[in-house]
């Protein structure tokens, strides 16, 4: 037996009774970990020292990724900070005592379709499932943002989402789904999209005006919200055309205000209210900033 071409075939990481069928490939599995080449993990798992223990949280559980750890293991997609591994189960199925790998916490979700997946299948949920059930926890913002990215991807789709979530679903998770964007570039614009719809603004991502380019986002109509994150904004050349373009954009009739990715987490507070407040110079007054307590999500 070659386990390390069997455990690739199974994503890094399997059960012993799904690796071995015989005593002389039990002795086989023993000598590679006595030389380091397999790691055993608890509950019978075994992997490859480079495999993915979010796969290993999978074989522990026997279940599948999903949540913000499925989303996660998109490129791009930079919602899991691998605090915590996500795993669904099937609903009526025990889960493990020991529910920790590596000393990272595995949280588990059970689901009326959830299945113990064969060790050949990739052990990760539907997008759209793994999504739905973000929608489900206390992480909204970063939901919306999973949903933002997939959608603007192509990579899943409304009709997706919402038949994932039953119309028994909590109040802001419908709230929630009439926000997501397919237009959203960055979780920064998705983020402070989120803030001024709790605040009552009408909001478009990334919209062209002539003359121009692409905007992040753009306030009922007239206030353009720039987000510098500090990768892309931090060298002089670009310092000078961000200038360039606020200026053209005065020039057009729209107010610009520039916040940093920063301020989004320390001044969340005080951007809607900046929007109110440039609003209520220029034109019509703005919609009222609502209540706390009356949102189903607020910064």
């Given at each position: 037996?070659?386990?390390?071409?069997?455990?690739?075939?199974?994503?890094?990481?399997?059960?012993?009774?799904?690796?071995?069928?015989?005593?002389?490939?039990?002795?086989?599995?023993?000598?590679?970990?006595?030389?380091?080449?397999?790691?055993?993990?608890?509950?019978?798992?075994?992997?490859?020292?480079?495999?993915?223990?979010?796969?290993?949280?999978?074989?522990?559980?026997?279940?599948?990724?999903?949540?913000?750890?499925?989303?996660?293991?998109?490129?791009?997609?930079?919602?899991?900070?691998?605090?915590?591994?996500?795993?669904?189960?099937?609903?009526?199925?025990?889960?493990?005592r020991t529910r920790r790998v590596n000393g990272t916490r595995?949280?588990?979700?059970?689901?009326?379709?959830?299945?113990?997946?064969?060790?050949?299948?990739?052990?990760?949920?539907?997008?759209?499932?793994?999504?739905?059930?973000?929608?489900?926890?206390?992480?909204?913002?970063?939901?919306?943002?999973?949903?933002?990215?997939?959608?603007?991807?192509?990579?899943?789709?409304?009709?997706?989402?919402?038949?994932?979530?039953?119309?028994?679903e909590r109040r802001f998770v419908a709230w929630a789904l009439?926000?997501?964007?397919?237009?959203?570039?960055?979780?920064?614009?998705?983020?402070a999209r989120l803030i001024l719809a709790a605040a009552g603004?009408?909001?478009?991502?990334?919209?062209?005006?002539?003359?121009?380019?692409?905007?992040?986002?753009?306030?009922?109509?007239?206030?353009?919200?720039?987000?510098?994150?500090?990768?892309?904004?931090?060298?002089?050349?670009?310092?000078?055309?961000?200038?360039?373009?606020?200026?053209?954009?005065?020039?057009?009739?729209?107010?610009?205000?520039?916040?940093?990715?920063?301020?989004?987490?320390?001044?969340?507070?005080?951007?809607?209210?900046?929007?109110?407040?440039?609003?209520?110079?220029?034109?019509?007054?703005?919609?009222?900033?609502?209540?706390?307590?009356?949102?189903?999500?607020?910064?």
């Amino acid at each position: 037996m070659d386990v390390d071409r069997r455990l690739r075939e199974f994503h890094g990481a399997a059960r012993f009774k799904d690796l071995v069928a015989n005593t002389t490939e039990a002795r086989i599995l023993e000598r590679a970990v006595g030389s380091g080449t397999v790691l055993r993990h608890a509950h019978g798992v075994y992997a490859l020292p480079n495999a993915d223990l979010a796969v290993v949280a999978a074989r522990v559980c026997r279940g599948r990724i999903t949540a913000k750890t499925a989303v996660g293991l998109i490129p791009g997609c930079d919602v899991d900070d691998r605090d915590v591994f996500h795993v669904e189960v099937p609903r009526n199925c025990s889960a493990p005592r020991t529910r920790r790998v590596n000393g990272t916490r595995i949280v588990v979700h059970r689901h009326v379709f959830g299945i113990h997946p064969d060790p050949a299948d990739e052990p990760v949920v539907p997008l759209s499932r793994a999504v739905a059930q973000m929608f489900r926890g206390p992480e909204l913002v970063d939901a919306v943002i999973a949903a933002d990215a997939l959608l603007t991807r192509g990579l899943v789709t409304r009709g997706d989402l919402r038949a994932e979530l039953s119309s028994r679903e909590r109040r802001f998770v419908a709230w929630a789904l009439d926000h997501v964007s397919e237009r959203v570039a960055s979780p920064l614009e998705t983020t402070a999209r989120l803030i001024l719809a709790a605040a009552g603004f009408r909001s478009e991502a990334n919209v062209e005006i002539a003359g121009v380019g692409f905007v992040d986002l753009l306030v009922e109509g007239r206030v353009v919200l720039e987000l510098d994150g500090h990768s892309y904004h931090s060298d002089a050349v670009q310092f000078i055309a961000d200038r360039q373009r606020d200026r053209r954009l005065h020039l057009l009739g729209y107010h610009v205000l520039r916040y940093a990715s920063d301020e989004l987490t320390w001044r969340s507070n005080s951007i809607a209210a900046d929007v109110a407040g440039v609003l209520a110079r220029e034109g019509p007054p703005p919609p009222p900033l609502r209540p706390e307590a009356d949102l189903p999500w607020a910064p």
